[in-house]
Nanobody, 123 residues
Framework: QVQLVESGGGLVQAGGSLRLSCAASGRTFSAYTMGWFRQPPGKEREFVARISWSGGSTYYADSVKGRFTISRDNPKNTVYLQMNSLKPEDTAVYFC????????????????WGQGTQVTVSS
């Protein structure tokens, strides 16, 4: 397992941008598929994006496609989520997750989770 710590959340106006970071501990970070999930207020957790161990493959939820970009820096043990053109409906707690050989958007396939970072988008 890896330990994950998210940062970069905050309050932003609609149309603005934020970049979330997720720092991972451990020497095997590059072996993990990394994902971002979010939980809007009063709703279930939902998939946002994932990136393969090499960074060569990414996958996004339809709701964020074209606005969000996931990337990773393996030497720095860090995964990022660049969020542009933010909308009020993007307001949520955002979680970073790690899993081995994950090719789905199912949260149960990810074995390690961070504590989350709050993103609030005002209208």
């Amino acid at each position: 397992q890896v330990q994950l710590v998210e940062s970069g959340g905050g309050l932003v106006q609609a149309g603005g941008s934020l970049r979330l970071s997720c720092a991972a501990s451990g020497r095997t970070f590059s072996a993990y598929t990394m994902g971002w999930f979010r939980q809007p207020p009063g709703k279930e957790r939902e998939f946002v994006a994932r990136i393969s161990w090499s960074g060569g493959s990414t996958y996004y939820a339809d709701s964020v496609k074209g606005r969000f970009t996931i990337s990773r820096d393996n030497p720095k043990n860090t995964v990022y989520l660049q969020m542009n053109s933010l909308k009020p409906e993007d307001t949520a707690v955002y979680f970073c997750a790690a899993g081995r050989l994950v090719t789905s958007s199912y949260g149960g396939d990810f074995g390690s989770w961070g504590q989350g970072t709050q993103v609030t988008v005002s209208s």
